[in-house]
Structure formats: structure tokens, C-alpha cells
């Protein structure tokens, strides 16, 4: 039989804290009183946006679907008999149905309890947050986690955290949105004030950089850029609406709903390509293996 991992219980509600598998001087810098605050505010926040987004998801999440497939094809075929495997950040269990043709168990874990209830799919579900994950260390043998490891918190603890819970030899297979994603959308905002109206995502320097740290081998590293295409500026900005992922990791932000006239700015100072509006997302494909 395939062990399952220990879990606190078979559905755990969302604990909005700090991640509990880090280094002392990543607890000390987490341990700060605003950075604390400001982390509560922005995962409730993340959760909200993809609770809503959940019944949209699956209709307008294209890009995610290319990077999947693309993150599937690391995964090395006919070693997974018996194994167990956390699809991290699984949403509404697009990834987890694949997942489970592959290996014996699969547990699907999310920040959104919609997401989670959106897919009729028979899996182990848990709703906790990644930062904070109820997984004992050395209790899985795969992880895998498409286009979700850029809302985590502290990126470098909870690469720390997925090292502590996968087996010695474990696989991790993870998409990063990093850096130069939404371009598109950040060009055309600023036409309107220099305020931030997307997310800041990390380096793919920093992201190499932390699996190192936690004590991964790097076993594959690709930077690909998917691109999805839309007929108007508005339809472009909506759709990242429309998957939940408006959420913004700094506090300069600009608060409130545009007026029309603002709007108006925003969509002609879209940039088009062939009179298109493109939504661009930068990604790090990472095969990773705990030795």
C-alpha cells in the first residue's frame, strides 16, 4: 500500500500564518509584526480573488494549461508505481485528474476551498495555505505545482518547507511566474500613474538561487514565455481577473475602481501586436530532486 502523509485532518481550513518548516533566520525576519500583518492581508486577499475566480478558472486559464503540459513532460514515465503525490496549488483538480494516471495517490492541497469544491474528482483534498503546509517531513515522495508557487509569501522558506517534506530522493516538479510577466499590462497602466497594478514577481536568478539553498539538485531549469492573445486592451485586462490573479505582493497600489475615462486611458495605451492585446506570463520549468 502507498503511505499517505500525516495530515492534521482530512480537510484543513486555511491557517493564515507563517510558515512552520523555515530556517531561524528566515522565522526571525517572518516574525516581524508588519511583514506578519502584511502577509495575513495579502493571503486573505489571494484567497478571496481565487474563490471567486473558481467558476471561470478552467474557461480562461490557457496559459496554464500550456505550462502543464509542458511541466508533465518532465516527469520521468514508469517510476511512479506506488508513489505518493501532493499536486500543490491544484485549483479546481485539472492537474490532480492527470496526476492521478501517474501515480498511485495523489493529494491535492489549495488556498481556496472553492477551487476545491469546484471539481466533483475523487482525491484527497486539503485547503491550507503553502506557506503553512500540514504535511509531515519525509511523508511524500512527488510534489508537483503549476503557476501557483508565486503566491507564496517567502518563496526561499517554502522551498525549504517542499525539501523537509518530500522523501530523500523525492521529485519536485514546479512553474514559477517570475519576473517580465504582464508587461503588457504594466505599460499600459502607467500611461495612467506610477503606481503598481500587478503583482512583483521574483527573479529566475532568485528562484534557482533558493532551490540551491534549500538543498535541491536542479535537475532541469526552462525559461519559456507563454503568450495568450485577445480581440480588445479590455479583454486582456479582464482575463487576469478572471483567474484570480489580480492579487499584489507590495503596498504601493492604487485602491478603488477605475472610472470610465481612466479605463479609456488605460486600454489605448495597451501596446498591440498585430492588433492584438497580449498577456505575457514568464515561466521557470524546475525538475528538482532531494537527495
Known sequence: MTAQPVLKTDLVQTQLVKPCLVSNDLNDELNRESSRELNKDLKKSTQSKFSKAAA???THA???KHAASDLFSLIKPGINKNKLCVDLGAGPLVNTHTLQ???????AIDLSLNMLQSSDLTAPKICADMDNLP???NSVDVIYSNFAVQWSANFSALMQSLYSILKPGGQAYISAVVEGSLNEIKTAFAALDSNSHINTFNSELHINQSVQKAGFTINSAQKRIYTDEYITPLKAIASIK???ATTQNHTNTRQGLLTKSSLKKVCSAYPLINNKACVSYH?????LEKH
Open 242 to 244: 478572471a483567474i484570480g
Open 101 to 107: 494516471s501517474m501515480f498511485a495517490s495523489v493529494v
Open 283 to 287: 515561466v521557470v520549468l524546475l525538475s
Open 135 to 137: 504535511l509531515q517531513a
Open 56 to 58: 471561470s478558472y478552467n
Open 62 to 64: 490557457n496559459v496554464q
